[in-house]
């Protein structure tokens, strides 16, 4: 919690004003941030200086790992964080490669369960990552990447959190995560509990302990309509201690996350917090 507060004050403090053609308005942006999280301590990295919706995040989490290219299947799982990038971004609403309503296009999960090769063929990175790490190896490639520039046109967005690098050492797994772009007041936290999730539950269906997760983020930013309620509303207030993430131990392999895992195989216990804050959303 207090790295999310630190980096939203050295925005404050430092950040230089940049101009975002795709929203038109002005952030608040520093470059490199660094956060870590200890998931083998289970000390769920939750923003407690206001109400965080973590099932929306786990809910897109796993439409990820499912390969899901359709905002419809997201609502289903729990999350309708997809529905404006699919209906309301200009842009794609008039790329002659989007199939109609909720249609995301290839994105986030599509390339990570189905990247296209020259020859039409596809590669399911994710299998080999959970395949490779269930036997105890490390090829130094255990690498989840979400980034295709050759197909950004066939999707609603480019991926913000792109890449997940897994790593064993003995019986240990960490987790480093890069991410391109963050907007901090809303997005941050998502992706923190996403990091998060994705090592506990990596660790879990491949028999190995978690051990940190590490968050690398290269523009972290506070949009211009979000600056004063969060120098005067969130970082005024006191946080609260980290509270714990409880996943089913029932999933127990891949094939579990694709077929019959939802929301209700995981809680957060001791989850103490303020109120909600409405930051404005940019699309």
């Known amino acids: 919690m207090r790295q999310y507060l630190n980096l939203c004050q050295r925005i404050i403090d430092q950040g230089v004003w940049i101009e975002n053609s795709r929203t038109g308005k002005k952030c608040l942006t520093v470059i490199n941030a660094d956060q870590s999280y200890d998931v083998a301590h289970n000390r769920f990295p939750i923003i407690t200086t206001r109400k965080s919706f973590w099932k929306a995040a786990i809910a897109e989490l796993l439409g990820y790992l499912r390969g899901y290219d359709n905002a419809a299947d997201f609502r289903a799982l729990g999350t309708r964080s997809w529905d404006a990038n699919a209906n309301e971004n200009e842009a794609w609403l ?98 923190q509990i996403q990091v998060f999730t ?46 714990s993430l409880h996943i089913n131990p029932e999933i127990k392999s891949l ?19 303020h109120d909600p804050i409405a930051y404005p959303f940019s699309v």
């Open 94 to 191: 008039n790329n002659p490669h989007r199939k109609g309503d909720d249609d995301m296009g290839r994105v986030y999960g599509v390339q990570g369960r189905s990247w296209q090769k020259p020859d039409g063929s596809t590669i399911d990175q994710l299998k080999k990552i959970i395949d490779n790490l269930s036997r105890g190896i490390d090829d130094r490639g255990e690498i989840l990447s979400f980034y295709n520039p050759g197909e950004f046109d066939l999707g609603c967005l480019r991926p913000c959190m792109h890449t997940h690098t897994f790593s064993l050492l003995g019986d240990t797994l960490y987790l480093t995560s890069y991410q391109r772009s963050c907007d901090v007041p809303l997005g941050l936290n998502f992706n």
């Open 198 to 243: 994705l090592l506990a539950l990596v660790a879990q269906i491949t028999g190995k302990n978690p051990g940190f997760a590490y968050h690398k983020t290269v523009n972290s930013h506070i949009y211009e309509d979000q600056l004063e309620l969060m120098r005067t509303v969130q970082l005024q207030r006191e946080p609260f201690d980290s509270p």
């Open 255 to 273: 094939q579990d996350i694709e077929s019959w895992v939802t929301l209700a195989d995981f809680s957060v216990e001791a989850y103490e917090h």
